[in-house]
């Protein structure tokens, strides 16, 4: 079983899309989050949710909105997609107050043409 | 905020050689040293972690040293096999607490056979 699965795995699309990536962690754990990795390999915190409550929220366009519906899944959302939003973009969760060892999806990889 | 700075960026050894990738860290306060291995085409994935009350630490051919005075703490791979070969990445937290994972820019380790 995956731990933190991520869908699409690859995702090419035009500049003005919006487009949403999936994430799902059946770790049972309570802390969420995205990251962008761009071309040069440099990992990023975007997002972080704890118990489907934003707790970071770093410099992000306001094109970027995070959804959680429940402790267990933490979906990206994208509009108006740009150039330079092209990147993999990784999920991974944690469980605060126990470890702080943060599990990683495989990525998606976005492409905006 | 946090900076963590990782050197080298490349690493070229041999096979069975040893390899030490240094990292150091800004902030005082944090005291989670987690080290993550990326493979291409995959998310990264915990190899070995250090908090700030132990100086080293042990697990097969991978150790990791932490030294809090200078701010520096290092991975070191013994006896390499080309498995090795992946993309390294050095972190540094404040554990448990609202702060998040601020990671350095990667060491691309290459193990010649």
């Not at chain 1, 993999?88 to 905006?112: E, H, K, P, W």
Request: aromatic fraction near 10%; include cysteine.
């Amino acid at each position: 079983d995956t731990a933190v699965s991520q869908t699409p795995k690859y995702l090419v699309t035009q500049m003005g899309n919006d487009k949403s990536i999936k994430c799902e962690q059946n770790l049972g754990h309570d802390t969420m989050y995205w990251y962008k990795q761009d071309s040069k390999k440099f990992l990023k915190i975007m997002f972080s949710y704890n118990n489907k409550e934003l707790i970071i929220n770093e410099t992000v366009p306001n094109r970027f909105s995070p959804k959680s519906p429940d402790k267990a899944h933490l979906n990206l959302h994208i509009n108006s997609l740009e150039l330079g939003d092209s990147a993999v973009y990784f999920c991974a969760s944690s469980q605060r107050g126990q470890t702080d060892i943060q599990y990683f999806g495989a990525g998606t990889r976005l492409s905006v043409l | 905020g946090e900076n963590v700075e990782q050197h080298p960026s490349t690493l070229s050894v041999q096979e069975g050689d040893s390899a030490v990738i240094k990292c150091t860290y800004s902030d005082s306060a944090s005291n989670y040293f987690p080290w993550y291995k990326q493979e291409l085409g995959k998310g990264p994935q915990l190899i070995i972690d250090i908090r700030s009350n132990v100086g080293e630490k042990k697990d097969q051919r991978i150790a990791v040293t932490l030294n809090k005075t200078a701010k520096h703490f290092s991975l070191h791979i013994t006896e390499t096999q080309p498995e090795d070969s992946a993309v390294y990445f050095c972190a540094a937290s404040q554990s448990g607490s609202q702060g998040n994972l601020i990671f350095g820019k990667g060491t691309k380790l290459s193990v010649k056979p």
